[in-house]
């Protein structure tokens, strides 16, 4: 069997025309038997009346990948069998993975976010999974537990993390993987895909740095514009 590492990234995910059912359900079971990542199934988009509305059937904020009930965590499983079992129920749904677990994700805007990784880049810091969505916003996947201090962190290089516009996702909450699409407007993409390199996160603390700079920059940037 093909691994993640072989099938997932960033070229063939800006090729994908559709979100079809059976890349959905390898990539999800794939999630969970190779990464070893929690994965649930969110809800997905439909074709009604020449748009593209969220399966909710509401006006709702991130069309197509979100969860459908208030009890997801429950949902959640780390098996393959499992994963295989509920995409094919439901073979467009989006794939969601809790953050939290073996993971958190730090969450920043997608022009913060290439800055970052060209200057992690030069100083050869070693990267995890990295996500880009079609809102413009960056994921980057490291341990658990980085939603408890990257607040302080952040603080301590100078920032105020709520004027910089870098949020940490830890336990609660749960970020959309590729090739989930979002409001109709382009798919989750891999900006760097998970390879036998990453297998081991990287701590939030190796890569904050970088981050927050990104981030401040950018914040400082729109202000200046807005004057």
Known sequence: MLTVEETIGVTEAAQIPQQRGEQLLD?????????????????????????????????????????????????????????????????????????????????????????????????????????????????????????????????KLGWVPASIDLVTRGEGHYVAAPPTRIGGVGAVQWARRPTPANRWLPDAEELISPLAYACGREAAEARSRAQ
């Open 27 to 155: 990539n999800a079971v794939r999630y969970a038997e190779e990464r070893h990542w929690d994965v649930f199934p969110g809800t997905w988009l439909e074709a009604v009346e020449g748009r593209e509305r969220c399966s909710c059937g509401a006006e709702c904020a991130v069309p197509g990948a979100h969860a459908v009930k208030p009890d997801w965590s429950t949902q959640a499983t780390g098996s393959g069998v499992g994963a295989r079992r509920m995409w094919s129920k439901t073979p467009k749904a989006s794939i969601l993975l809790p953050t939290g677990r073996t993971f958190d994700a730090i969450e920043v805007p997608e022009s913060a976010g290439f800055l970052a990784l060209a200057r992690m880049e030069r100083m050869e810091l070693t990267l995890g999974p990295v996500t880009c969505t079609p809102d413009r916003r960056m994921f980057f996947f490291v341990l658990p537990g980085a939603a408890a201090k990257v607040p302080d962190l952040v603080r």
